[in-house]
């Protein structure tokens, strides 16, 4: 198994850069990478067993292999191929898919070191291929989206720096265990590098700009898999150190409730689920222990949400009502849409009954209040007019955004298997979690989720669907981030200290 | 006392990051920050010595500790490369955006 590993480690690395040799291989070496880390995955989550890798000696990287990781290693891998499938006919170059491969191979490193540098080097590297992916068009809109991220998440990564070198001090060692006892600066800058790497409550404000102004594989790549390396370190903390664990669960709180405020009043699809994303990172936060399924059902969901929202003839969930859109794509929408909130038969049922009886006492109201929001917000989505006019898919007349070209161009109808097989891997992977937690189906646990989503709805129609309130986007300025970043700063020093 | 100055640099990069309004000033103090950074694992790694950690015939006793060293030259790699894209990415702007005002970039492409 050791060696095994290790392959597995290098492999997309290894791949990503011979694509460049075979340029008329690349999809197949592409899809070739995201398979070999399913096969991979499926082997840590059958075999229950952690293992431990210690390499080169005593100060060297330390690997830690256990079925949390398998879980977020198994989304990264199912995300991939789902994407490497939904562009397979698309004139994407041979560049694209080595950055997603690279990108690809350094999300699954994230998930399975255990020491503060090797953690650093995958979070970089992920920064560096995400900023390549946004900025691909080479529109100077994501140039700016791109530099703007690159900015955030590096200014984040130079305090996790300081914070690593103080945990070395006060240990003499890497080690993730090294934060038990580190002085509360540590944590704190650690945490601030985390936090908003991973695009967790304030510091994440970040998120819903760059999400919704990628391409929508882009967007189906960072919402599904990417934020979920900065949250998967913090998850690990929680369960290694017992004082660390209520921060982690406040934090996951805050931005549950913090994402579904800003989503309610979200009239852009795309903005909607970046939001959305905001909000479910603090479900998988809320509750350590069972992180691993809620960010399986998670990933899988809202890349599927993604892919469909790119498929769309428009972004304006005004314009949608107005504007019907074929039935297959609504059947679709709404099978992700019912998982997120939590639907029975689907596995965003069994992940949310299972996070929510992992909640602390002091949690519960505040998790439930983001449960019914999301119900909310999503029956934007399920409400939306569906019909069979084919004609309505390809708009005749340029939208009026620069950007809406670029996410929703029409595309040739062979493109449309490469997005049903992306469908059925993601879709198929709601229905097939299920197994995971079948224990979820009682009666007393399905009439709850049953009840919130008829909520939800109700909210909706009450008062959201006429409400046209626009929230201001003023702490989403590039200085506002950055501000926001000192101030979360030392509002973690005085939590740690507390 | 040297600890003081490594942080106040640190902290006089992060500010420059923030106030100043060229993209290039920013580019520029973020480099600032990362070599208060790095200065930083240099510092703490001399806190018991400052001698080459190399075995010799007379050993010194007050070696330096070699791990931070080593960790942080892969941090200033990794820092140079993405200074590297940020500026290439400051070029592409730089042909509509003149003036690489980001107030400016920023207003003219957000939605």
Redesign the interface.
Known sequence: MTTLTLIWIVFPFLVGFTIYLLPRLDRVLALTGAIFSTVYASLLLIEQVPITLKLLDN?GVTLLLDPLAGFFIFTNALVTAAVFFYCWRSDKTTFFYAQVLILHGSVNAAFICADF?SL??AL??I??AT??LI?YP?T??S??????Y??VS??AM?FY??GA?LV??AH?S?EFTGLQGAPPEAVALIFTGLLTKGGIFVSGLWLP?THS?SESPVSALMSGVVVKAGIFPLARFALLIEEIDPIVRFFGVGTALLGVFYAVFEK?AKRMLALSTVSQLGFILAAPEVAGFYALTHGLVKAALFLIVGKLPSRNLQELRSQPMPTQFWIALVIASFSISGFPLLSGFGAKVLTMKNLLPWQVIGMNIAALGTSTFFAKLIFLPHGNQQHKLFPTQPLP?E?NISTSSPLPPSSQFGFWAAMLLLLGGLFAANVVYYEAYTLENTLKPLGTIFLGWLIYFLIFRQLSVKLP?MF????HL??VM?LSLIALFWMVLA | MLEAFVLIT?LIG?LG??FKKN?IM?IIS?DV??TG?VA??VV?SA?EGLFTPIITDSPSGTYADP??Q??IL??IV??F??QA??LV??I??AK??PTLE?RE??Q????
Do not use: C
């Open positions: 100060f540098i650093y080097v970089e590297v920064s560096i900023f390549l900025a080479r100077d809109r140039i700016w989206v791109g530099l703007r690159l900015f590096n200014v130079l720096l300081v070198v070395y001090k003499h890497f700009l102004e852009d955004q950007q986007r989403e300025q590039f200085e950055i501000g000192s | 640190i992060f990051v923030l993209l920013k973020m920050m990362s950074v930083y694992y703490v806190r791990v931070p080593a960790v892969t941090a990794i820092g490369s993405i894209l940020m990415g400051a592409k702007l509509d955006n980001t970039i920023e003219s492409n957000t939605p």
